[in-house]
């Protein structure tokens, strides 16, 4: 070491120890700023190691080779991130948020040659960093087109009507299931969690005509529902009306029959109390005739006014025979 620089560290007071030690300092800090790192609770990091992947590491402090050798990613992975298509949201600073529509996305031609517009969301995590990053290079743009693509094959393969109405759930849960067929296909390391379809309108030169379309329908379903409902209040009515015919019927049915059974035990009764005894049975029956049929004439009597006394009322039938 020179004259000039002993001199000059003797000035300052300091010692070549001091000096290395500084260095050494300077070197454990850069090393310490270089090799530690946190990652959020909803992240993990992707460490490469000169360029080639190494590690996955969670949330936390975390430690890596210092001076570049190590380098980190972080991915969020628990996060469910959003894709628009059709249109897009955005705030310009004012605090509201304003929609602007993207007509190439949206229009579409359905399976009966129609042209629609349709509007919907994707939501998808990532599930493997690793593949996040390094599988695909355009992984944004390789989403949107994928989903693009599904889109426009489901609604390609129906009517304009249903896709407006009854298919709706339906190509929400086919899209879901391809898209994730599609993504899995070129291990772009996400899963699609929901797929929803937001405004799906005819273009706007024909959009008065579809309108009155779907008021028709709109009056077709109310006219039906209060048929269904005419139907629902008068045919309980009717039903009841039938069991209780049916009711009666049954009833007089009944009654017919436990009289004829009693008819015959009593003719029955009578015929086993003749073969007994015939003659006995014989007048007994003859009276009980005879009183049924003057006790049914009111006012007539069978006395002999002259004589005073009852007639023999066999012997006048037996002389009149």
């Given amino acids: 070491m020179s004259d000039t620089v002993k001199q000059f560290f003797d000035k300052l007071r300091i010692s070549p120890r001091m000096i290395i030690g500084i260095v050494i300092v300077v070197l454990l800090a850069a090393a310490a700023s270089t090799s530690l790192f946190s990652v959020d609770a909803t992240e993990q990091a992707v460490i490469t190691r000169f360029g080639k992947y190494y590690k996955t590491v969670g949330s936390g402090l975390q430690m890596k080779l210092p001076f570049g050798i190590d380098k980190h990613y972080k991915v969020p992975v628990n996060v469910a991130q959003t894709e628009q298509f059709g249109f897009e949201t955005a705030d310009p600073g004012r605090g509201q948020l304003y929609r602007n529509s993207r007509l190439e996305e949206s229009t579409m031609l359905t399976g009966d040659l129609n042209i629609v517009d349709v509007e919907w969301i994707i939501q998808y995590k990532i599930v493997d960093p690793r593949a996040w990053l390094f599988n695909v290079m355009e992984n944004r743009q390789t989403i949107r087109d994928i989903s693009q693509s599904v889109m426009n094959m489901l609604v390609g393969d129906r009517a304009i ?6 298919d709706r759930l339906a190509i929400e849960n086919a899209s879901l299931e391809l898209m994730n067929e599609n993504f899995e296909s070129l291990g772009l390391g996400i899963n699609v969690i929901a797929v929803k379809l937001q405004n799906i309108v005819p273009p706007e030169g024909v959009q008065a005509a579809f309108e009155d379309v779907n008021k028709a329908i709109q009056d077709m379903n109310r006219l039906i529902n209060e048929g269904k409902e005419a139907y629902n209040s008068e045919i309980p009515k009717a039903q009841g009306e039938a069991e209780q015919q049916v009711l009666v019927a049954e009833g007089y049915a009944s009654e017919r ?6 008819d015959v035990a009593r003719f029955n009764s009578v015929y086993e109390e ?5 003659a006995v049975t014989r007048d007994r029956l003859y009276l009980e005739a005879v009183e049924s049929v003057f006790g049914a004439q009111e006012g007539s009597t069978l006395i002999d006014k002259n004589v005073e006394n009852m007639l023999p009322i066999k012997n006048i039938n037996t002389g009149a025979q």
């Fill in 161 to 166: 009507l249903d896709v407006m109405g009854p």
């Fill in 257 to 262: 029959i436990n009289r004829a059974q009693g």
């Fill in 274 to 278: 003749y073969r007994q005894a015939p």
